[in-house]
């Protein structure tokens, strides 16, 4: 039973498939026993799972896992770090035939390691949406490298322009990178100038953390779309999400505050 069929005025969520208010979780190399026990208790939440970096490379039941996540009507896409090995070493066409041999429909184009021209990604954006559902990221995973804001904006508006379907704010799986300082602390500024400028419904924010998750929740409403959530905090983040956890109570509700 979900929580609008209960006894509380919970706030409303998009049926899935959604489009929004996006649960992305990180599979980080889980065995088929727990990808049922996730979905046996927190399924209705789960939107999309990300085989986190190249764990999907070196996993030996690939194709079971696949195959579970398809029969549970959920996409599973590559972390951007296999596609990034792959640009870098010459061998994005072979990528390619893998991920159609392994009847993957997303895929992420990333470029937080290795570094690629503008024209390039937007190019491989391009290229790629013609056959898969991409999602870019944008932002760094090295946690000495700040960008602009405007170069955000930019950027996100590109990647959408070019064929992207979301774009996702890097934030590492610990949130120590891109929209967040070394010490875990969000940028605030970067994120609202990003939100004053995109349609936050075509943005992944990143959130491993709950303080983070909370912030976003109280921030955009329980429809923002959030990335790098770790299995086990699928059901706690939909309680941000509902306000049934006293970190976002008083907002969602109670409908007090703004």
Known sequence: MTGSEGFLDVPARSPKPRARGLTHV???GLNLREIEGLFDTAGDYVDIVKLGWGTSYVTRN??????LYRSLDVPVVCGGTLFEAAVALGKLDEYRRWLAHHRFSHVEISDGTVELTRERKLELIAELSRDFVVLSEVGSKDADVVF????????????LAAGAWKVITEGREGGTAGIY?????MRTGLIDEIAHSIDVENVIFEAPAKLA?????????PEVNLGNI???EVIPLETLRLGL???????LLLGEGG
């Open 26 to 28: 990180i599979d980080k």
């Open 62 to 67: 690939l194709e079971k896992k696949i195959a």
């Open 148 to 159: 602009a804001p405007y170069q955000w904006v930019e950027w996100i508006r590109e990647e």
């Open 181 to 185: 300082r070394p010490t875990g602390e």
């Open 213 to 221: 998750q909370a912030w976003f929740v109280k921030h955009f409403g």
């Open 230 to 232: 770790p299995p086990d």
């Open 245 to 251: 956890r006293a970190d976002t109570l008083r907002e």
